[in-house]
């Protein structure tokens, strides 16, 4: 959509005409004060266009619809202009530069030549008195460089040459001239459809000064619906209780006792996945297994991810094989009574790659898989006691689920409009969800008649693809440009995708489809449209963040991905490469290209594609070499698993968002990063790059005329290995920072605007580099990392960073005497990660007068911890408590029942008694009149032998 291209042009004006530190060589150019004005005015022209295609409102008006095609296309042309001359300024410079060098080889030739041949003249000889006195003070480099560039004027003049200030006023001119043309079209055509409106509401007749189009349909593109991990569903089930009991007596209540798979089939949205969450987390289903995990095929199946996820693995770096991955999980099913869940199966042979993972030991494990292909369904299950075709809803629970997701109360007049609406969805819950979001925006009568409306206008009795599309179109039609721009980018990543909020806010940062005000930073934005989106129902939550209070990760439904990807390659935006057969590019070219088929050649992507490239993602895990010298719009380079490896001949021009493998060189000193046996990558042209992430070292010191450059929108670096040198001026967040650098100077020369950083310690250093973090006055995220074989002691001198709000500690202990109790004089203190070793000891104890005032968030990962004393007092603002492999803590101190703000307690891999009193805490908490406290228990620990190993351990202590 225009929307799309528009607010990258905005975007692209703002970075290259309108910051405070635009490029050198725009300044040594002076191409900006003469510009100024006509970038101000497109700048200004191109907002008000957008501001007035979200108020006109006129969806499927074909008149409509070719203006907006029309204007992507002129703001894609102005655009490429831009970026384009901005490319040719600097090979151009380069040229120069080479043409120079020729020339004083050529001089320093011919001056040896002139010197020892004849004498020199006599002095003041052929000069004037000026000419010669200013010569004679020049110094012997820059008197080279003078007759270079005079030589240079005598062998290359002008060669009819327009100035590069000529070149942009040109290119400007005609783009506002071009985008006001379009706004007044744009007017007239809403003149004219208004009028025509008013005559029809007054019962006249008239001619439709315009063609009415119905909204477009096309294939649909089927993806998968699920996640990869299970996260507590606070999804609404309506009208699905009878399918519940059916699916739950399948599997615990059946008589067989063999291996038996149990299939759920229906429809792409019908609440397949949302079912079979529900089933896995109800507490008779927990109880009644010995072990539970859950995996998503999807359409195009991974046998190696499927492994991985039902291993519970997160890391993407294992190196074993498949073959080693099925044994272990075979291994660790046997002799227990499992219950495995496979979402969104397509295939027979998704089954196939796992069904000998599945140990029948006669214990009565279940597999319970969900599909919308019934043959896929009948091929598994032998048995029809095993399968459940799920159904669609009826009108009164349609209009309950619909409700719920308005979650406004409404008149008998709303009603009236809305039960027609909620009829043309067919029963069909997502389509339902979808369109709730969209009303619960709308906020008067009007409005809701008006979107009403353009649903009425099918006559299909029957929900089909086509049918579908329309409701899911009118729901993204009715989005506010920002936020449509941000929608149909979901696009790019691959089915079934857990997508990173933060990863796509900086994304979205790059394109150019957020950016930051005067009084709300970029990443307050983009949490704001994720919020906005997920309130719309048009994506769904997977994992909240520590504090509970921003979205860490989401995913989509499979029929709006699909739809992303349909309208972006519509648009000619996007090209997938899936499989084999999307390998294939047309001519077009395409603004975003979005690499997921392992065995994709890369080399086989033809220049035109590359000559529109802006943004280039691989989800491969395979390394890949493209060449991209000549691909110079590129912005965005993604590679999810870090398997790309740059070239040492890119240097790109416009790139804003990098992820990739090499070593990175921040600076124009040639050579720094090679010696030390590394590929690096100088990055001396990328002026506007914001986000870095690498997987070796980043390097950042003097160029070759001694100085910096300032990276003014450089905001995350994130490197692997170690960060080189004094940050630039602009940085954020920095990782990691090696306790070697963490000198008193090194720590005052960091920039004032640095928030966040990783500290990373393999000696004894730990306690001098946070007496030096304490200069960092605004510092308010920090980890601290030990590598060595021991744990470190930190000693009372972390109360300094007293603006400290986030703050994770890994392998290290406390030397003071209050030990853990310290970080209590941390005012500000939101968040606490504790991770592995024995940072406390076995007992904590927290005296009365010790309160973490502001604490919200505690996470305690892996500690040896056994017995906990506290008490509400002690944090009376928590709000989130996880426990992750604590396997000898005993309990949770049942002082938290009275923690008002309490919202959740997490147990993973714990003791039964810990999850026993995390449950009389909830108890308690309803018993006050919090109902919406909840405890999260995964892979809770044999209870039997747990207690059998304390006890012995114990013996042994007291002995």
Same mark, same amino acid.
């Given at each position: 959509m225009a929307c799309v291209v528009v607010l990258s042009l905005m975007r692209t004006l703002e970075l290259e005409f309108l910051q405070p530190l635009p490029r050198p060589i725009l300044q040594q150019k002076e191409l900006i004060p003469c510009n100024k004005d006509l970038v101000l005015s497109l700048h200004n022209k191109l907002g008000f266009v957008l501001e007035l295609f979200d108020e006109s409102r006129m969806d499927g008006v074909e008149a409509i619809k070719e203006l907006e095609t029309k204007l992507r296309d002129v703001a894609s042309r102005i655009e490429n202009e831009i970026e384009l001359q901005v490319v040719h300024l600097y090979k151009e410079e380069e040229e120069e530069e080479e043409e120079n060098r020729i020339f004083k080889g050529i001089l320093d030739i011919f001056g040896r030549f002139v010197d020892q041949t004849f004498q020199p003249p006599e002095e003041g000889e052929g000069?004037?008195?000026?000419?010669?006195?200013?010569?004679?003070?020049?110094?012997?480099?820059?008197?080279?460089?003078?007759?270079?560039?005079?030589? #240079?004027?005598?062998?290359?003049?002008?060669?009819?040459?327009?100035?590069?200030?000529?070149?942009?006023? !040109?290119?400007?001119? !005609?783009?506002?001239?071009?985008?006001?043309?379009?706004?007044?079209?744009?007017?007239?055509?809403?003149?004219?459809?208004?009028?025509?409106? /008013?005559?029809?509401?007054?019962?006249?007749?008239?001619?439709?000064?315009? @063609?009415?189009?119905?909204? *477009? &349909?096309?294939?649909?593109? %089927?993806?998968?619906?699920?996640?990869?991990?299970?996260?507590?569903? $606070?999804?609404?089930?309506?009208?699905?209780?009878?399918?519940?009991?059916?699916?739950?007596?399948? +599997?615990?209540?059946? *008589?067989s006792k063999q291996l038996e798979i149990v299939?759920?089939?229906?429809?792409?949205?019908?609440?397949?996945? %949302?079912?079979?969450?529900?089933?896995?987390?109800?507490?008779?289903? &927990?109880? /009644?297994? =010995?072990?539970? &995990?859950?995996?998503?095929?999807?359409?195009?199946?991974?046998?190696?991810?499927?492994?991985? #996820?039902?291993?519970?693995? $997160?890391?993407?770096?294992?190196?074993?094989?498949?073959?080693? +991955?099925?044994?272990?999980?075979?291994?660790?099913?046997? !002799?227990?009574?499992?219950?495995?869940?496979? =979402?969104?199966?397509?295939?027979?042979?998704?089954?196939?790659?796992? $069904?000998?993972?599945?140990?029948?030991?006669?214990?009565?494990s279940r597999v319970l898989l969900t599909t919308r292909i019934g043959e896929v369904a009948n091929h598994i299950c032998t048995q029809n006691d095993f399968s459940h075709q799920m159904q669609l809803l009826e009108q009164s629970q349609s209009w309950k689920l619909f409700n719920e997701k308005a979650c406004k109360s409404r008149s008998a007049e709303f009603e009236i409009i809305g039960r027609p609406v909620v009829e043309k969805c067919k029963g069909l819950p997502l389509a339902i969800i979808v369109v709730a979001g969209l009303f619960s925006k709308l906020n008067t009568l009007d409005e809701w008649k008006n979107t009403a409306n353009a649903l009425s206008s099918s006559s299909t009795t029957t929900l089909d693809d086509k049918e579908c599309s329309r409701i899911l179109s009118l729901s993204y039609n009715h989005l506010p440009h920002n936020l449509k721009a941000c929608f149909l980018y979901l696009g790019v990543f691959p089915e079934d995708h857990e997508i990173k909020a933060n990863h796509l806010a900086k994304l979205w940062l790059a394109e150019g489809l957020v950016k930051a005000f005067e009084n709300e930073s970029f990443d307050a934005v983009a949490n704001r449209y994720v919020q906005e989106l997920m309130d719309r129902n048009l994506i769904i939550l997977s994992e909240l963040s520590s504090c509970g209070r921003k979205t860490k990760r989401f995913r989509m439904h499979d029929l709006l991905h699909a739809f992303c990807m349909r309208e972006a390659q519509n648009e000619n935006l996007l090209h997938v490469v899936q499989s084999e057969n999307s390998s294939y590019f047309s001519q077009k070219g395409f603004r975003w290209v979005s690499i997921q088929y392992e065995d994709f050649d890369v080399s086989t992507i033809h220049h035109f594609t590359w000559k529109n490239? !802006?943004?280039f993602f691989s989800f491969v895990r395979r390394n890949l070499h493209p060449d991209f010298r000549n691909v110079n719009l590129l912005r965005v380079l993604f590679s999810y698993h870090r398997c790309i490896k740059l070239k040492n001949n890119v240097n790109p021009v416009h790139l804003r968002f990098l992820r990739v493998e090499n070593s990175i060189e921040l600076s124009r000193t040639h050579g720094f990063l090679e010696s030390r046996g590394r590929e690096g990558v100088e990055l001396s042209r990328t002026w506007n790059l914001q986000t870095l992430f690498c997987e070796g070292r980043v390097s950042y010191r003097l160029d070759?005329?001694?100085?910096?450059?300032?990276?003014?929108?450089?905001?995350?670096?994130?490197?692997?290995?170690?960060?080189?040198? @004094?940050?630039?001026?602009?940085?954020?967040?920095?990782?990691?920072?090696?306790?070697?650098?963490?000198?008193?100077?090194?720590?005052? @020369?960091?920039?004032a605007c640095l928030k966040k950083v990783q500290i990373e310690c393999e000696g004894n250093k730990i306690n001098v580099c946070i007496a030096n973090l304490a200069y960092l006055e605004q510092l308010e995220g920090l980890k601290i990392f030990y590598f060595g074989g021991t744990h470190n002691l930190i000693n009372n001198g972390i109360v300094l960073l007293k603006n400290l709000r986030k703050l994770t500690l890994n392998n290290v202990g406390f030397v003071c005497d209050e030990k853990i109790n310290i970080l209590s004089k941390l005012p500000r203190l939101e968040v606490l990660k504790l991770e592995w070793k024995p940072f406390v000891g076995k007992e904590w104890e927290i005296q009365e007068e010790v309160v973490f005032r502001q604490l919200i968030a505690l996470v305690i990962i892996g500690c040896d911890l056994k017995h906990w004393k506290a008490s509400s007092q002690n944090f009376p603002k928590l709000e989130h408590l996880s426990i992750m492999y604590c396997r000898e803590l005993r309990e949770i101190p049942i002082g938290f029942a009275e923690i008002s703000t309490l919202k959740s307690i997490k147990l993973l891999e714990c003791l039964p008694s810990?999850?026993?009193?995390?449950?009389?805490?909830?108890?308690?908490q309803r018993d006050y009149g919090n109902n919406d406290m909840v405890v999260i228990e995964e892979d809770t620990l044999d209870g039997s032998k747990s207690e059998k190993s304390l006890s012995e351990e114990e013996s042994e202590e007291d002995n």
């Open positions: 000069k004037g008195e000026g000419e010669e006195e200013e010569e004679r003070k020049m110094p012997q480099g820059e008197k080279s460089t003078h007759h270079c560039q005079r030589l #240079h004027q005598i062998l290359h003049p002008l060669r009819g040459k327009s100035h590069p200030c000529l070149k942009f006023r !040109r290119i400007l001119y !005609r783009a506002v001239q071009d985008i006001d043309a379009i706004t007044q079209e744009l007017a007239k055509a809403k003149e004219e459809y208004q009028l025509f409106e /008013h005559h029809l509401q007054a019962g006249k007749k008239a001619a439709a000064p315009l @063609n009415v189009l119905p909204i *477009p &349909t096309h294939q649909g593109i %089927t993806m998968p619906d699920s996640s990869h991990h299970v996260s507590p569903s $606070k999804e609404i089930m309506v009208g699905k209780q009878d399918e519940f009991e059916s699916i739950k007596e399948m +599997l615990i209540q059946h *008589p299939s759920i089939k229906g429809m792409g949205g019908i609440g397949k996945t %949302t079912l079979a969450k529900k089933i896995y987390e109800d507490p008779s289903i &927990t109880s /009644h297994f =010995d072990k539970r &995990t859950w995996t998503v095929a999807s359409q195009h199946h991974s046998q190696r991810q499927m492994l991985l #996820h039902l291993l519970g693995s $997160k890391d993407d770096a294992d190196k074993r094989s498949e073959e080693d +991955l099925a044994l272990q999980l075979y291994q660790s099913f046997k !002799r227990q009574r499992y219950m495995v869940v496979m =979402d969104d199966v397509w295939s027979v042979e998704a089954w196939d790659a796992l $069904k000998t993972c599945f140990p029948d030991d006669g214990y009565g490239c !802006r943004s070759e005329g001694g100085k910096y450059l300032k990276f003014p929108q450089l905001q995350d670096i994130h490197c692997i290995d170690s960060f080189c040198g @004094n940050p630039p001026n602009f940085v954020h967040k920095l990782r990691p920072i090696r306790d070697d650098d963490c000198s008193k100077e090194w720590i005052t @020369n960091i920039p810990a999850v026993e009193s995390a449950k009389k805490i909830q108890d308690e």
